[in-house]
T-cell receptor, first 112, second 114 residues
Framework: GNSVTQMEGPVTLSEEAFLTINCTYT??????LFWYVQYPGEGLQLLLK?????DKGSNKGFEATYRKETTSFHLEKGSVQVSDSAVYFC???????????FGTGTRLKVLA | DVKVTQSSRYLVKRTGEKVFLECVQD?????MFWYRQDPGLGLRLIYF???????EKGDIPEGYSVSREKKERFSLILESASTNQTSMYLC?????????????FGDGTRLSIL
């Protein structure tokens, strides 16, 4: 079945460091891919999305490119801030159903 | 902006109680979802509803039921609460216009069963 695998956390970085959080997926058909962010004590917020191969989603300095050949959707940011500390979830929409499949989340800690 | 509102941020109940978690969305979305979130397990789908009075089991429906009598409201019911249902519960909604639409989440209800 469809699945999403993302890197284990926590990831700890210094402010202004480069961030990569890996996400790979398995899916039949052509899913849409999403990154969500969850700040402490809150629900998930959509960070960015991509709906087809080679699409690049971007928001707030974060980027991810839908790579069908490597079945990946890695999240990147050139210079992280303390305020980026949160849990990041990779997800795909199952094209055959109403369901979404979420990864287990990666906690990011950014130190001043 | 889409607003998904969950009725309680924190809730403490006792084993064996019947528990109701309420969720309301204000964007006329057809699809609504209930998840639970546990450390190391990510989000797991309990139930979803693709329209009023329509529902379908997710991956972990045991011990739960749902109600969707109006389009904007989706309720999760714990028939007889047990300690293993202590968790964070997240409600989400989505327009059915294109399956590529993102889900919009509420802030969650942290439920403790004693």
């Amino acid at each position: 079945g469809n699945s999403v695998t993302q890197m284990e956390g926590p990831v700890t970085l210094s402010e202004e460091a480069f961030l990569t959080i890996n996400c790979t997926y398995t899916a039949t058909g052509y899913p849409s891919l999403f990154w969500y962010v969850q700040y402490p004590g809150e629900g998930l917020q959509l960070l960015l999305k991509a709906t087809k191969a080679d699409d690049k989603g971007s928001n707030k300095g974060f980027e991810a490119t839908y790579r069908k050949e490597t079945t990946s959707f890695h999240l990147e940011k050139g210079s992280v801030q303390v305020s980026d500390s949160a849990v990041y979830f990779c997800a795909l929409s199952d094209p055959g159903t109403y369901k979404y499949i979420f990864g287990t989340g990666t906690r990011l800690k950014v130190l001043a | 902006d889409v607003k998904v509102t969950q009725s309680s941020r924190y809730l403490v109940k006792r084993t064996g109680e019947k528990v109701f978690l309420e969720c309301v969305q204000d964007m006329d979305h057809e699809n609504m979802f209930w998840y639970r979130q546990d450390p190391g397990l990510g989000l797991r789908l309990i139930y979803f509803s693709y329209d009023v009075k329509m529902k379908e089991k997710g991956d972990i429906p045991e011990g739960y039921s749902v109600s969707r009598e109006k389009k904007e409201r989706f309720s999760l019911i714990l028939e007889s609460a047990s300690t293993n249902q202590t968790s964070m519960y997240l409600c989400a909604s989505r327009s059915k216009t294109g399956l590529n639409q993102p889900q919009h989440f509420g802030d969650g209800t942290r439920l403790s069963i004693l």
